[in-house]
């Protein structure tokens, strides 16, 4: 069974950065693409980032040049910077392995106020 694990999250002010942490208990480069989703209270869940195992970076339109999504051999980050309120969420990670096998963390709260 895949576990991931994320850290990192917690409470900041406009424009402050975070930077969030998924591990794996698998070698992510086992997964075809890794990435970060978020859900807002009343939203649904929505992508934030992805990689794929070839190094491949997707980005949601709302924080394309504030975000950035890297990984190394064990962990899947995404650094967060310029954070504004609408980026409230719960951040959660996520690992495709195939069509039908991905996997989900138990999600991250990360909380942009003043």
């Known amino acids: 069974q895949v576990q991931l694990v994320e850290s990192g999250g917690g409470l900041v002010q406009p424009g402050g950065s975070l930077r969030l942490s998924c591990a794996a208990s698998?070698?992510?480069?086992?997964?075809?693409?890794m990435g970060w989703y978020r859900q807002a209270p009343g939203k649904q869940r929505a992508l934030v980032a992805t990689?794929?195992?070839?190094?491949i970076t997707n980005y949601a339109s709302s924080v394309k040049g504030r975000f950035t999504i890297s990984r190394d051999n064990v962990k899947v980050y995404l650094q967060m910077n310029s954070l504004k309120p609408e980026d409230t969420a719960v951040y959660y990670c996520?690992?495709?392995?195939?069509?039908?096998?991905?996997?989900w963390g138990q999600g991250t709260q990360v909380t942009v106020s003043s």
């Open positions: 698998q070698n992510i480069f086992s997964f075809t693409a």
């Open positions: 990689i794929t195992s070839g190094g």
């Open positions: 996520h690992a495709q392995r195939t069509a039908s096998a991905s996997y």
